[in-house]
């Protein structure tokens, strides 16, 4: 990794997605799978983080867990931070070392 802090949010952090989920997950998983939406999703239950799917409106991610029932408390869009794309691009294993 080398350059400004801007540039490498932008060419390695991709969009984010934070949700926070109020009881209910409703449909949640099947929207999560939808691979046009989501690339990457790290599920903790009433808690994920999604990196969204080149070209994937967040609106429609909204719509759709919205319509299976889900509960939320927190959608928020966000960059990824400096350590997710660090581990990213090193891997878990490597930063464990």
Same mark, same amino acid.
């Given at each position: 990794?080398?350059?400004?802090?801007?540039?490498?949010?932008?060419?390695?952090?991709?969009?984010? *997605?934070?949700?926070? &989920?109020?009881?209910?997950?409703?449909?949640?998983?099947?929207? &999560?799978?939808? $691979?046009?939406?989501?690339?990457?999703?790290?599920?903790?239950?009433?808690?994920?983080?999604?990196?969204?799917?080149?070209?994937?409106?967040?609106? $429609?991610? *909204?719509?759709?867990?919205?319509?299976?029932?889900?509960? *939320?408390?927190? &959608?928020?869009?966000?960059?990824?931070?400096?350590?997710? /794309? &660090? /581990?990213?691009?090193?891997?878990?294993?490597?930063?464990?070392?």
């Amino acid at each position: 990794m080398d350059g400004a802090l801007a540039d490498i949010k932008r060419t390695h952090g991709g969009h984010h *997605l934070v949700l926070g &989920f109020d009881g209910s997950l409703g449909g949640a998983a099947q929207v &999560f799978a939808d $691979q046009t939406l989501v690339s990457k999703v790290d599920n903790y239950g009433q808690y994920a983080e999604l990196e969204l799917a080149a070209g994937a409106d967040p609106q $429609q991610i *909204l719509h759709r867990l919205v319509a299976s029932g889900a509960r *939320l408390s927190r &959608f928020e869009l966000q960059e990824a931070s400096l350590n997710k /794309i &660090f /581990i990213d691009l090193v891997g878990v294993e490597a930063v464990r070392a």
